[in-house]
């Protein structure tokens, strides 16, 4: 969601997220991860870094995978706790993900959130470092930004700000959800895993 009226608090002119970096102990184990279990794809990485490492690519976004030169530095897998850092990716099939990492024993939490009567479902897991990844069907819920002293802004939908004029229309019929997260890339060879297809 991008916010009409431009810039007007100061903050950085950013346009989207990029990437996320994420140390590993073991660049092949989390290769395989990314690939064969979210369904990231290898892209070309610069030739001028002078450490290991490699780039994934799906869903709009970046992992930048580094290979730690200390082991000891990079976190121990712990107890999946669903507050703790993690990243976010919305699904299709709540229950095909569950099926599939049931089929690859990858031990994972189940959380669901309310909200005004929506129900939002979740699944937390670890990559191989224990870096926590969730799984959601988020988008159901509104995106409505929490805005203090703007006249003339009253409710935000994914995609487009709602002026007060619309509000009315907007009250005679429920909110409609825009999805705003773009296409993945298409490849020729299929991701092994296809129960896991995010837009």
Known sequence: MIMEGGNKNGALPLTSLN??????????????FYQNVLGFIPIRRPGSFDFDGAWLFNYGIGIHLLQSEDLKKVPVKREINPKDNHISFQCESMSAVEKRLKELDIEYVQCRVEEGGIYVDQ???????GFMIEICNCDILPVVPLVIGEPGVRVCKRGSLVKPQQQQQQQQQPPKVIDFIPKAILVKEEPQIQSITCE
């Open 19 to 32: 990437h996320i970096s994420v140390r590993c102990r073991s660049l092949e184990k989390s290769l395989d």
């Open 123 to 129: 699944i937390f897991f670890h990559d191989p470092d």
